[in-house]
């Protein structure tokens, strides 16, 4: 499967909020996500486009394996593998052996909310600011993904402009 990913740097979460309740929006909850990434020791992640994390929240620990965006698309569509795992230190212990080095960390708090089977969140990410992310996993064309999650941005009034880096992305730039 692959993920489509509408992000969008917004002024505040607020308003989106209100019209997320108003729609009538599932609430899946509040969280603290801490990701630590990692890049490999036979391959350059930044060049390669592709990301390796451990995701920490309330309900646990997850490793994450991102492919390389897909090119031609319209909003950032990249396969994503996820397993849960019983303890991310032991991943990140493990990770560190095999000679993966750690590359940097993000912290957001995110809420979450389901309207119309795509996932929404609206993040306040440290260092970056608020943001939202409208996400559906569909197969590799995507071309009904796209469309719905247009639909939906349309219909939460979120202006702006498609950002396709990650927010590990957006953190290195920084620097």
Sequence with gaps: MIEFEL???????????????????TVDGVRHEHDIYYNSPVRDF?????????????????VTYKG?????????AREELNLRVTSG???????????????AEVDKRRELYTYKE?????????????FIEIEIMAEKEG?????????????LGVVGDPITSSY??????QQ
């Design 89 to 103: 230190e032991t991943c990140e212990a493990i990770f560190e052996r095999l000679g993966f080095t750690k590359t």
């Design 143 to 155: 071309g009904d993904a796209v469309a719905r999650i247009d639909a939906i941005q349309n219909e």
């Design 46 to 62: 930044g060049t390669t486009d592709e990301a390796l994390r451990v995701r920490y929240a309330e309900d646990g620990a997850m």
């Design 7 to 25: 992000k969008v740097k917004v002024p505040a979460l607020g308003p989106i909020r209100d019209r997320l309740v108003a729609l009538k929006a």
């Design 118 to 130: 795509a996932s929404i969140a609206l993040d306040e990410v440290q260092r970056l600011g608020t």
């Design 168 to 173: 590990l992305e957006l953190l290195m730039a």
């Design 68 to 76: 390389a965006k897909l090119a031609g698309q319209k909003l950032k």
